[in-house]
């Protein structure tokens, strides 16, 4: 009962946020200075006259006021239509559909990647902490959160591809080859370097984070009470630390949703891969006003759901929260 | 059984204010330290909080924090305890029941700490899981509590449990770091009856404690601390009457101040006397 | 005893860093035009000991690129970072005026943390029109929700504590608890706070000028410097891609252990 009351709530407030990202990036749009219909006419801009400027402008409802375009296109949204894409030539969703499905490869074998080694690697750094390894590990993971995504997705492109030529330098596929002739190991061949690129910057996070849990449960009474019980570090990093350090990291992982999505957008343009963040920079430099409020409004989804389980982890795993009791 | 001789300890910290804000100094928390417990018998350890108490516990059983300076020798059972032969004999033969609930894992069910305690000791498993249900029934904790998580314990339910842990090691010498702190009485008496008990089995145990009315009961002997110094080491029969088999004007005064004893403070200061009241 | 102090290590790469920020700054007089002046006998030059990081396509030292940006980066971290706490403590005081101010504040926040940050920063920069003052206001807009959170939560408290309390009841004014009581709890939390954004807020102001959403292509930002780069990565000029990205990984490091030196020493 009380779970079920809790997702209610959590699920409205959802739809709330969600309404107010609708609400705020809209009103950001409407607040640029790019002039919609010059957005629309692109290049052709020069050989438009008034009249049919005009024509267009009452076409797509340029001409109303903001919060009457914007319930026209709450409307739409609401009944499935997030508009028309002029730099892709689809409607959003679509364009959103297929470039998130090459995207998901890259984001959640990243993140995967990136939370499995970045646990592990901060439950071994915290539970030796003062050892060689444990600063190697800390210097790797401190180094790396201060990287420029974009530069580290550089370096690799440099490395991998341009000297040693082991890796394609772009694109997900062959230039020249349909995409659906395209096999699954040229498809991970190209895949590569980026997931790794990107999880070597999701890994720096949840290493500090969980090496930091670590390091206050080997200073915390429960450790020096196993102490005193004859346990060795590697005892009390296996059965006190793993409970205590796993939570926050899972919880960790599932909020830091966004910026894994961030980090994508930066490390799609440096490998020019053909996903969801290419789509978002080539939206927003050509003025694709539908795709870019459609895609603000998913990634919001995408990341807010992530947020929503982290918040509720806690509540439905840690058993100091669970009802009940002596 | 254990002998301390001349043991000094100093911890490092800041001084607050503006000279020399960033010197490092020392302070000294047990000074020339020499103390013997003997087999079989409750060794109280009473003192204010800040006379060392605690760091005396550390000390034994080699948990004090790293940047501590200790000089001075420990002797278990004749031979020296240094910091190895510790390490060794941390939850085999040295036993520490610590002072704040915290100890236990808020993530682990009871009987499964107990379980890893006995473990620890040495013991294969399979046997572990069975001695520690056998040693959670024997300080009457059922089933439920066996099975509960430390937050859903009342504070005596937790203390025993601690106890438990201590007494599945089967060590031969037990710490108890103010085992009676935040009790209502008929829980403390649950608590110290069992330090009692464990005492009788033939094992030492030292009981640490600010309040010398609670120590009296079940010690066989009583050390007065002060400032890091040892004041007095008396049979608790001494603690009688108007006190005169006490040599000390500090345990004198400590026991004429008691409640039971008429709050006498002529010879004793305001700030010492809310020591044992406390 | 020849232990590490903790104290002594803050104050010396508080030192350190202070010696850096004024080599930064004087660095921009220094400089010159030098960052702009372009060589056509020596275009695309590998380092060497006249060009000691090499030059770009149009014969322009890449030192003095590398260094005009980090100083840029610096000076653009800096103001987003200021701004950023000051929103965050306004947001934070207005929080804790009423219910349903604080419902709005924190649903403000939950808005922004809901879309990943550097959508966020390309929406609004996109809103202005982008330039520096542009990324300016979306690092500092996008930036505060986490500080404000914990401001928010360290009000709420200092408002139950019992000397507050007292202090109000006593019939003191409001503007004397903020002053009084409640400001001086909140100011190493916002220098603490503003200290942690500054590494992200040089970050994404990079990461936002690469994308082509931020300072404008004839500044030598770091984000324009390693966006040109990008042309020319095939053709082996790999110094164009390795230098500014390094000294911008060296600058926020740097700040990074200084502001967790002094969080460990205060």
């Not at chain 1, 596929?173 to 590569?192: E, F, K, W």
């Not at chain 1, 990107?198 to 449960?217: Q, V």
């Not at chain 2, 010498?173 to 103010?178: K, M, P, R, S």
């Not at chain 3, 701004?83 to 604080?102: G, K, V």
Request: glycine share 8%.
């Amino acid at each position: 009962m009380r779970l079920i009351a809790l997702t209610i709530k959590r699920l409205a407030r959802l739809a709330l946020v969600l309404l107010c990202v609708a609400l705020v990036s809209y009103g950001l749009m409407m607040a640029s200075p790019v002039d919609p219909v010059d957005a629309y006419l692109g290049p052709q801009m020069a050989q438009v006259s008034p009249e049919q400027r005009a024509l267009i402008a009452q076409r797509w409802g340029f001409d109303q006021s903001p919060a009457v375009q914007f319930g026209h296109w709450l409307r739409q949204l609401i009944s499935g239509d997030l508009g028309w894409s002029h730099v892709y030539n689809q409607p959003v969703s679509e364009v959103i559909g297929q470039r998130f499905q090459r995207s998901i490869a890259l984001l959640g074998s990243a993140w995967l990647l990136s939370a499995l080694l970045g646990f592990s690697l901060g439950v071994v750094a915290g539970a030796k902490e003062g050892s060689k390894l444990d600063s190697i590990i800390s210097t790797y993971a401190l180094i790396t959160a201060s990287t420029p995504a974009f530069w580290l997705a550089i370096l690799a492109v440099l490395l991998f591809s341009v000297t040693l030529g082991w890796t394609p330098t772009c694109c997900a596929g062959p230039a020249g080859v349909l995409n659906q002739d395209v096999t699954l190991v040229t498809r991970l061949h190209h895949l590569l370097l980026p997931i790794v690129t990107l999880a070597l910057l999701g890994i720096a996070n949840i290493t500090l984070h969980t090496r930091a849990r670590m390091l206050e449960l080997m200073r915390s009474e429960v450790a020096t009470h196993a102490f005193a019980q004859g346990a060795s570090r590697i005892d009390v990093a296996w059965r006190h630390g793993l409970r205590h350090a796993s939570l926050p990291a899972v919880t960790l992982a599932f909020a830091s949703l966004g910026e894994l999505f961030g980090g994508s957008i930066l490390i799609e343009q440096v490998f020019t891969y053909p996903g969801l963040g290419q789509a978002t920079v080539a939206a927003g430099l050509r003025s694709d006003v539908p795709l870019l409020l459609g895609i603000a409004l998913f990634t919001a989804l995408f990341v807010s759901i992530g947020n929503m389980i982290a918040d509720s982890l806690y509540a439905v795993i840690d058993p100091r929260i669970q009802p009940g009791g002596l | 059984m254990l002998t301390i001789d001349r043991l000094t300890l100093q911890l490092p910290y800041y001084a607050d204010g503006y000279t020399a804000w960033w010197k490092r100094r020392w302070a000294t928390c047990l000074d020339a330290f020499s103390l013997t417990f003997s087999p079989g018998e409750v060794h109280a350890v009473v003192g204010a909080s800040g006379a060392g108490k605690s760091l005396l516990a550390y000390a034994i059983m080699g948990l004090l924090p790293t940047p501590a300076r200790l000089n001075g020798q420990l002797y278990y059972q004749g031979k020296p305890l240094d910091a190895s032969r510790q390490r060794r004999l941390r939850g085999r033969e040295l036993a520490l029941i610590p002072q704040s609930l915290s100890a236990l894992d808020p993530l682990v069910r009871t009987q499964r700490q107990v379980a890893w305690a006995a473990q620890r000791a040495g013991q294969p498993s399979a046997h572990a899981w069975h001695a520690s249900q056998q040693a959670l029934t024997h300080y009457q904790l059922d089933a439920r509590a066996q099975q509960a998580y430390a937050h859903e314990l009342s504070g005596g339910m937790a203390r025993r449990v601690l106890t438990a842990m201590a007494h599945v090691s089967q060590a031969r010498l037990v710490i108890a770091d103010e085992p009676s702190v935040g009790l209502d009485p008929h829980q403390r008496q649950r608590v110290l009856g069992a330090l009692r008990e464990l005492a009788d089995q033939g094992k030492t145990v030292i009981l640490i404690t600010h309040d010398l009315r609670h120590a009296l009961p079940i010690a066989d002997h009583v050390t007065i601390m002060r400032g890091g110094k040892l004041i007095e080491t008396a049979p608790s029969s001494a603690f009688q009457g108007s006190g005169a088999a006490l040599t000390s004007a500090y345990s004198q005064a400590l026991w004429l101040a008691l409640p039971d004893n008429a709050f006498a403070t002529t010879t004793i200061s305001r700030r010492e006397q809310e020591t044992n009241v406390a | 005893m020849s232990q590490p102090q903790p104290r002594l290590r803050a104050a010396f790469s508080l030192g350190v860093a202070t010696l850096l920020v004024v080599g930064l700054a004087a660095s921009q007089w220094l400089l010159g035009d030098s960052p702009q002046q372009m060589q056509f006998d020596a275009r695309l030059a590998p380092p060497s000991v006249e060009h000691w990081l090499g030059t770009d396509a149009l014969g322009r030292e890449l030192w003095a690129r590398t260094l005009a940006g980090l100083a840029l980066s610096f000076w653009v971290g800096c103001l987003a970072a200021l701004l950023s706490t000051l929103i965050a403590l306004s947001l934070a005081a207005l929080a804790t005026l009423s219910a349903r101010l604080d419902a709005l504040v924190s649903l403000l926040i939950d808005t922004l943390l809901s879309v990943p940050h550097l959508i966020l920063l390309m929406l609004i920069a996109f809103a202005l029109g982008g330039g520096t003052q542009a990324v300016i206001i979306a690092v500092a807009v996008t930036h505060w929700p986490s500080l404000a959170r914990v401001l928010r939560a360290e009000l709420w408290q200092l408002r139950q504590a019992p000397y507050v309390r007292i202090s109000r009841a006593l019939g003191k004014s409001r503007w004397f608890v903020l002053h009084g009581h409640l400001l001086p709890h909140l100011l190493p939390h916002c220098l603490v706070g503003a200290l942690l954004l500054f590494p992200h807020a040089i970050l994404h102001e990079a990461a936002l000028t690469f994308l082509g959403f931020g300072l404008s292509p004839s500044q030598p930002a770091i984000g324009v410097l390693l966006a040109d780069a990008m042309r020319y990565l095939s053709g082996g000029y790999w110094w164009l891609g390795v230098f500014p990205g390094l000294g911008l990984l060296l600058m926020v490091l740097g700040f990074e252990r200084l502001s967790s030196q002094l969080r460990r020493a205060l």
